[in-house]
């Protein structure tokens, strides 16, 4: 661990790492029961919904909202209730005895007698300036919130795996023509994804290719695709771009602490938010490799909250 003294280092009771829909909803429960937890915003405040646009299947938004106000109403709501939202990156934790041993930002030292994780999972995308840009406007990374925007509309969908047969098949419920990009010639997805996806009239395979870049002023109007084999290169008129080449959980930083998966995600036990460190609990998308939604991830959080209140109590905390 860096050079960094915790003699005089801040005490809490519950520290929750991360602020999207699992961290600020683990925040409203603990602060409602007065365990005033601090909250470390962590470098995307609001967690992947600061960009979407309208999110419409949140339960009590029957009008839908926009992400971004969203996170914000889930902020307000957990500091009315007590809850200290700060901005910082845990860089360095010590979970081998407790109180727990965080470094915030490289320096600032906390003490904390239980810890939530809820710090998420990042879409990976392709490295393409415009998706970026294009993000919440066409670009998409889950079928599943972003499908319905498509209505009657022609979308591709970049992978080869499980998630990206998956999102083409459900976005033929939606969309008119439904694209699979993949930079090989066969899918590396389980034989009856592959089935399926095959089977299915809307979809049209386009193999080999790679896309280059994503095309539009304000929304996504077409990809510029690229042949591995032969290096030619074809535009694809489509309103909609989604991402389906996997998520990397944030996760790195209790590598030497807690158990993970084969891909990173965080393990937790039956039942619970547990992890394999009393005192450690975990929430959102740092555990769920399959769910991946904000109300799922709120979900999470309420239990991770509960699980930490009694465990304080059972220790008289």
């Known amino acids: 661990m860096v050079d960094v003294d915790f ?6 009771n519950v520290v929750i790492i991360g602020s999207g829909p699992a961290g600020l909803t683990a925040a409203l429960y603990a602060a409602r029961a007065n365990l005033e937890p601090l909250i470390l915003q962590g ?20 009008d839908g909202i926009m992400g971004p ?5 889930f902020e307000e709501q957990a500091v009315r209730f007590g809850a200290d939202l700060r901005y910082g990156i845990v860089t360095e934790v010590d979970l081998s005895e407790s109180p ?6 490289e320096e600032k030292p906390i003490l904390a007698k239980t810890i939530i994780v809820s710090t998420g999972a990042s879409a990976k995308y392709l490295g393409i300036e415009n998706e970026k840009r294009l993000l919440g406007h066409g670009v998409s990374s889950c079928a599943t919130c972003d499908g319905a925007f498509f209505k009657d509309q022609e979308v591709a969908v970049v992978g080869g795996g499980d ?10 419920r939606f969309a008119s023509k439904v694209y699979v990009i993949h930079r090989r010639s066969e899918l590396r997805a389980s034989k009856i994804m592959q089935e399926r996806a095959k089977k299915e009239d809307k979809i049209e395979f386009i193999w080999d290719s790679t896309v280059e870049d994503v095309l539009g002023e304000k929304e996504v109007e077409s990809v510029q695709l690229k042949n591995t084999q032969t290096g030619e290169t074809s535009t694809l ?26 891909l990173g995600y965080l393990v937790t036990q039956a039942d619970s938010t547990y992890s394999n460190i009393d005192g450690v609990f975990v929430s959102g998308d740092a555990q769920d490799r399959v769910y991946r939604q904000a109300v799922t991830a709120a979900g999470t959080g309420c239990m991770a909250a509960m699980d930490a209140e009694r465990w304080l109590a059972e220790r008289g905390s």
Do not use: C, Y
Request: glycine letters at 6%; a negative charge.
């Open 43 to 62: 470098p995307e405040p609001g967690g992947q919904l600061i960009t979407t646009t309208d999110v419409e299947n949140f339960p009590g938004f029957p």
């Open 237 to 262: 008129p489509v309103q909609g771009l989604f991402l389906a080449i996997g998520h990397t959980p944030n996760t790195s930083v209790f590598k030497d602490f807690l158990d993970m998966d084969d």
């Open 7 to 12: 003699t005089l280092a801040e005490r809490r």
């Open 69 to 73: 106000e969203m996170m914000i109403k």
């Open 100 to 105: 727990f041993k965080l470094v915030i930002d």
């Open 163 to 172: 998630t990206a047969m998956e999102e083409a098949l459900f976005l033929t």
